[in-house]
């Protein structure tokens, strides 16, 4: 009963940026925390960034200083503003959430469809 859907991935050169955009939809009660995830080919996926529902953020070491992490709770939204970006950025990013459903009153861990962000040199 909860879909989240990312948006902004693309092709950039090395040294732009892009914004990632990702909206939750559903029955949702509250959500916990949201962050951002990545997969290169023939790597596992790696947390990139989370922020929890006080705006505590978190980044892995690799983006600090150039990726940020904010998020709109009245529009259930996300989002990943990515600076600076470099070849080794390249990699599918998806939207992760931790979701306490009104109906259910379960919480879930969720995952948005992914989207390709591509950085050429």
């Known amino acids: 009963q909860v879909q989240l859907v990312e948006s902004g991935g693309g092709l950039v050169q090395a040294g732009g940026s892009l914004r990632l955009s990702c909206a939750a939809s559903?029955?949702?009660?509250?959500?916990?925390?949201m962050g951002w995830y990545r997969q290169a080919p023939g790597k596992q996926r790696e947390l990139v960034a989370s922020?929890?529902?006080?705006?505590?953020?978190n980044y892995a070491d690799p983006v600090k200083g150039r990726f940020t992490i904010s998020r709109d709770n009245a529009k259930n939204t996300v989002y990943l503003q990515m600076n600076s970006l470099k070849p080794e950025d390249t990699a599918v990013y998806y939207c992760?959430?931790?979701?306490?459903?009104?109906?259910?009153?379960?919480?879930?861990?969720?995952w948005g469809q992914g989207t390709q962000v591509t950085v050429s040199s």
């Open positions: 922020i929890t529902s006080s705006f505590s953020t």
């Open positions: 992760n959430a931790m979701i306490l459903v009104r109906s259910t009153w379960v919480q879930g861990n969720y």
């Open positions: 559903g029955s949702i009660f509250s959500i916990n925390a």
